[in-house]
């Protein structure tokens, strides 16, 4: 945490630039409480253009401000549009005031700014005023709180009037000011719906009616993000936006140019399932061995010890069954002590368990579980629950020119929100012709992604004054994926390939939907989960799914 002092006692080529810098939004605040005279004179002067910032400390020309009434009013405007949430990113033709605090506590794996501190909320309005808003909106640090004069100065009897009559301040303009600001609620969303720029997301309340929601973007998520990524340059993508002083005072600061998270998984070397074969290395099992090697140096109770082989034991014994059932052991089937030796070869060409192989204590359980299991009746495997339910493959399905934006702070697969409004247009289609259907539940499979920036150049149009103008301009992120997509579905008719793909949705997050030739014969019929995942023609991919334990074995 910077000090006020300690930039003014630094020794630099630039002061002033220096302090804009401290007072801008993607900032981090610095603390004036030792220097209150000093940092009120600074934002007085930061209101005046740029060019004319010859002198942040000057104190005549602060004391003249502080005596022009209409400079007083043009301040006290902008704290009504001191937003925590920016209606006009991505467009600025957008309007309205939003100070928004969170509503309730969110799970830990969803990105959300109700996880950072209630501060760095910036001016977004008029461009012509952003210069004015430093004065009442810029934030510091005022014994230890991160706060703005727009929220102290609602107290007539708060040091920092002191210090503002003192650079010449009349009494009967903090008296009026004071008042004023009192008048303006801490949380306030005055945001019109109707003839508006903000976009709108519709989902299904119920059989007959729908919910609107508008997603706007959080400051302080854009200022944390901006601050963190400008450490991981690697994960960072720079988007761009022209007219960056029309959008407010934080896109002002970084120049339009707006740091986002870019990050993608690694997709096109992973097989997407192994249901052709038992996968009898798991975690689970190489936990066990590896609890049971070192279980002769627990320092714990006979008795505990003992419950907790116990559970080892039965974890191992599973381990392999799983392998006694992949392995082709023809007349070797009742030699246990060979069983044991191919166990150890197995275990040894392993990758995470091989340090294991041929341990003694561990051949001795192995020899004993293996005769165990042998010599045991057989058991019929565990039905899965959930087989009478259908299932509907949409494979390999080609989506290029997508919006690789899912959220207002990150880039990469499209948002989930857009296959979640694919899938809902895909079952209105189908209950045109089965008004019964309904689709439960849907998986994505994501078999691989190509994502970059493709700015578009518009025409010049006219604007609101009939003028010919460049309208604003700004990066647009896009991707061309290929994915498959498992609909669990009731009261599903069979429907035959070319009536099935009549019914499906054109397009998804604003990309267009393709389906290969090849591909088309596996559409409309009602598979198992099984089949349906074995169906897939392409082998690579990865499963989005926010459990990071499920696994499709």
């Not at 004023?180 to 719906?193: C, K, R, V, Y």
Request: net charge positive; with cysteine.
């Amino acid at each position: 945490m910077a000090t006020l002092a300690e930039i003014l006692d630094n020794k630099t080529d630039d002061l002033n630039k220096d302090l804009r810098r401290a007072f801008r939004p993607l900032s981090a605040p610095v603390d004036i409480s030792d220097t209150p005279i000093e940092a009120l004179t600074i934002l007085v002067n930061l209101t005046d253009r740029v060019i004319e910032q010859k002198d942040l400390l000057d104190r005549q020309k602060c004391k003249d401000k502080l005596r022009d009434e209409k400079w007083w009013a043009d301040c006290f405007r902008t704290v009504k549009y001191r937003q925590s949430h920016n209606p006009k990113f991505p467009d600025i033709r957008a309007n309205g005031v939003i100070r928004a605090a969170p509503v309730g506590h969110l799970p830990p794996f969803m990105l959300s700014s109700s996880k950072l501190p209630q501060n760095s909320w910036a001016y977004a309005n008029d461009s012509g005023q952003v210069n004015k808003s430093c004065f009442l909106t810029s934030e510091f640090i005022w014994n230890g709180d991160v706060l703005c004069l727009g929220q102290l100065l609602t107290e007539l009897e708060h040091p920092l009037w002191n210090v503002l009559r003192k650079l010449g301040c009349y009494v009967k303009t903090a008296k009026y000011i004071s008042k004023e600001l009192a008048l303006i609620p801490p949380l306030e969303i005055n945001t019109s719906l109707v003839r508006n720029y903000l976009a709108q997301i519709s989902l299904p309340n119920d059989e007959d009616s729908y919910i609107s929601l508008s997603p706007v973007v959080s400051q302080s998520m854009q200022e944390d993000c901006y601050q963190v990524l400008s450490e991981h340059y690697r994960f960072s993508a720079i988007t761009r936006f022209s007219r960056a002083t029309n959008m407010g005072t934080l896109a002002m600061s970084c120049g339009g140019k707006f740091k986002m998270i870019r990050s993608l998984p690694p997709i096109e070397k992973y097989q997407h399932h192994h249901l052709d074969s038992v996968n009898w290395l798991t975690k689970r099992s190489v936990r066990a061995i590896r609890d049971y090697t070192e279980s002769s140096v627990w320092v714990i109770s006979p008795n505990k010890l003992a419950l907790r082989k116990k559970s080892i034991i039965e974890d191992i014994k599973i381990m392999l069954s799983q392998w006694l059932r992949t392995t082709p052991t023809h007349e070797e089937k009742l030699d246990i002590r060979k069983l044991t030796e191919r166990f150890n070869v197995d275990l040894a060409k392993t990758k995470f368990a091989n340090r294991y192989a041929y341990d003694p204590l561990l051949t001795q359980l192995i020899y004993n579980c293996i005769g165990s299991i042998i010599h045991s009746p057989p058991q019929d495997a565990p039905k899965c629950e959930g087989n009478d339910d259908k299932y509907l493959l949409l494979p390999n399905l080609r989506i290029s020119g997508a919006s690789a934006m899912n959220t207002s702070v990150s880039i990469g697969i499209p948002s989930m929100m857009a296959f979640y409004g694919f899938v809902h247009a895909f079952q209105r289609n189908v209950q045109t012709a089965n008004p019964n259907f309904k689709i439960e539940s849907f998986a994505v499979c994501i078999h691989n992604i190509h994502v970059e920036n493709r700015g578009l150049t518009r025409e010049w149009v006219p604007n609101t004054k009939g003028q010919i103008t460049a309208p604003a301009t700004r990066d647009d992120w896009q991707c061309d994926v290929a994915v498959s997509l498992i609909l669990r579905c009731s009261h599903y008719s069979q429907l035959i390939p070319r009536d099935f793909i009549r019914l499906l949705p054109g397009r998804i997050a604003r990309g267009k939907v393709t389906v290969s030739i090849s591909d088309i014969k596996h559409l409309g019929r009602c598979l198992s989960l099984a089949d349906a995942i074995k169906a897939i023609p392409v082998e690579t991919g990865r499963w989005l799914s926010l459990n990071n334990e499920v696994t499709l074995k």
